[in-house]
């Protein structure tokens, strides 16, 4: 990938988007990457493919995190008077 900053690719912007048919172009501001530039192709490739990963896959991919994270310790519950004060009755 070949990189480029904010002010080089303002100038070279029509160069930029030529090479991004071969490959992505990264772009950085202040030396940190903001943005990439990809073909059309490309793009609607990585679309298609994000738009076709089920709920059941994002679920699975989250596994690892869970496990890194663990469950929310959750502090033990209170009494408290019934707010809608329903007696249950």
Excluded: C
């Excluded at 930029?16 to 793009?43: C, F, H, M, N």
């Excluded at 059941?56 to 890194?68: D, F, M, S």
């Amino acid at each position: 990938m070949k990189t480029w900053s904010s002010a080089d690719a303002k100038r070279r912007f029509a160069r930029i988007l030529k090479d991004s048919a071969t490959e992505p172009q990264v772009v950085q501001l202040r030396g940190k990457p903001i943005g990439v530039i990809v073909s059309y192709e490309s793009y609607t490739r990585n679309q298609k493919a994000f738009s076709q990963k089920s709920l059941a896959r994002w679920l699975e991919e989250l596994g690892p995190l869970h496990e890194l994270e663990g469950d929310l310790e959750l502090p033990p519950r209170r009494d408290r008077p019934d707010a809608v004060g329903d007696d249950g009755e």
